[in-house]
């Protein structure tokens, strides 16, 4: 016979709050006996017990936060009164680079929640619309991503995984822009250039990084991630970055894509599709354009300088990102 507590633990991965083993019938002594040393259950966070003997996994563990910060005789996983944000919520997308822990978690106010180690509850009127992740309340990915913004203190990690949020597909750039806006992180500076990057069509760090060091010359700025098509709308390829005017692109090629022969072999085909429509190719690793910068640069200004030379390819129709200021 199933009883309320087995489709309890099976609905929230074998975690139950105080509140509910309480209305499950389970009595306060019965609950604390359990979870003593040695016993089936443990006790992971205040009001919160795993009703196993093994260790939670990283799923557990962020229910836990959201069940803990949730209200009690609510359904926690409606997303109605807690919820999981931040580069918690971004890791359970998949999101490359977000930190799985610590769990911060959105609490509806006017409730206050007390922090605890490894979780961050945090009272909010803005409350955002939510969705379930592997089973575990969360915010939309472009407030997730927001809120981590405005809690991480390394500007390159935050570049990074805004950046890797906006090219997984979950959100667009001034969908981004506009919430980080409407949380008034774009006074923090990571924030910030992070917008603009992505904005201006940046995809990645790598990039950015390519973009800062662009900055500091004197050479035009270039079309980020354009899509560039043959004249019969044909797709040609989609550089990092590409100066129309003179058929000039960078491509900077990270050995972590090309791991295989069969990777390699189609980033050395992209480039001889490029190259035979006229196209020249300046190609840098991320740790080139880190490291050595200016040779970086030098070699684009040199190609822009011989495109100068010679007449333009014809017939390539780009479809992509200006470089555009972003406003504050």
Known sequence: MITELDRLARRQLNLATTHQL???????????????????WQRLLPRVYLLQTGPPDPRQRALAAVLYAARPGT???SGATAALTGGAALALLGIRG????????????????AAVPGVHPRTTDRWPATLGVAGIPSARPVRAAADFAARTQDPDLVRSVLAN?????WCHPQDLHAELRAARTLTRPAARAAAAELVAGVRSIAEGHARDALART???PPLWNARLYTPDGTFLASPDAYWPDEAVALEIDSAEYHYTRDTWHATLHRRLRLQSHGL?????????IRTIPTAVTAAIKSLLTLATTRPTPPGIHVRGHAQLELPL
């Open 22 to 40: 309480t209305r499950a019938g389970v009595a306060p002594g019965t609950r604390t006996g359990r979870a003593r040393p040695g016993g089936p």
């Open 75 to 77: 359904d926690p996983l």
């Open 98 to 113: 977000a930190p799985p822990e610590p769990h911060h978690v959105l609490v509806r106010a006017p409730r206050r929640v």
């Open 165 to 169: 949020v906006v090219q997984a597909g």
């Open 280 to 288: 020249l190719i300046a190609a840098a690793t991320p740790s080139m």
């Open 218 to 220: 004197d050479l035009p």
